[in-house]
């Protein structure tokens, strides 16, 4: 059955890269997302990535793909106490009709 | 509406009563999901819908829980005879159809609270 797992916490310092990992089981994934839930607020999609790409980047954010080891990564360059929130992998696959997520990665930023 | 919205946003209910919660996703979306999000976890797929009809309710935690939509637009997910468990917020969100663009919006939620 299709699972997205992620690491529950992250903690880093303020000016530094975070790195949030995740793994999927589904091989036939199409896409692959980032949402960020920020205290008391609703998901947003922060960026995702086609099945076909091995790497995105956008502004301060840069998404990894390994289709082999089916592991997706989120990096946040030079980290503010702003980027603390919970971060949410998902997949859509082929054939599918729902998104699955993980648990979330909350990430806490030290100024 | 611009994006999802979701009411209430706020419910405290008794156990034992029914709730009905209700979704309207964004215009010309034919794709309509909710899922539940407890405290300290992450978010929990519980049925999907395509128009009208729901090709996936796998995620159903019991035959409490049941959800429909109509005119292919807003959606109500009722829970019956609730459960302390049961305490949780509950998201919706809406789709295009499946294809290469299938973001999915999300409403704010609504917090329910079961005493």
């Known amino acids: 059955g299709e699972d997205v797992e992620q690491s529950l916490f992250l903690s880093v310092r303020e000016g530094d890269s975070s790195v949030i990992n995740c793994t999927y089981t589904?091989?036939?994934?199409?896409?692959l997302y980032w949402y960020k839930q920020e205290p008391g607020a609703g998901l947003q999609l922060l960026t995702y990535?086609?099945?076909?790409?091995d790497m995105k980047q956008d502004q301060r954010l840069t998404v990894l793909l390994n289709k082999k080891d089916k592991h997706l990564s989120l990096r946040i360059a030079d980290t503010q106490t702003g980027d603390s929130a919970i971060y949410f992998c998902?997949?859509?696959?082929?054939?599918?009709?729902?998104?699955?997520f993980g648990a979330g990665t909350r990430l806490f930023v030290k100024a | 509406g611009a994006g999802v919205s979701q009411s209430p946003s706020n419910k405290v209910t008794e156990k034992g009563k029914d709730v009905e919660l209700r979704c309207d996703p964004i215009?010309?979306?034919?794709?309509l999901y909710w899922y539940r999000q407890s405290l300290g976890q992450g978010l929990e797929f519980l049925i999907y819908?395509?128009?009208?009809?729901?090709?996936?309710k796998s995620g159903l935690p019991s035959d409490r829980f049941s959800a429909e939509r109509t005119g292919g637009s807003v959606s109500t997910l009722t829970i019956q005879r609730t459960q302390q468990e049961d305490s949780a917020v509950y998201l919706c969100?809406?789709?295009?159809?499946?294809?290469?663009?299938?973001?999915?919006?999300f409403g704010q939620g609504t917090r329910l609270t079961v005493v």
């Open positions: 969100a809406s789709s295009h159809d499946r294809g290469p663009d299938t973001e999915a919006f």
């Open positions: 589904d091989s036939s994934s199409t896409y």
């Open positions: 990535i086609f099945s076909n790409m």
């Open positions: 998902a997949e859509t696959y082929t054939g599918g009709f729902k998104t699955i």
């Open positions: 215009s010309g979306h034919t794709a």
């Open positions: 819908f395509q128009g009208n009809s729901a090709p996936d």
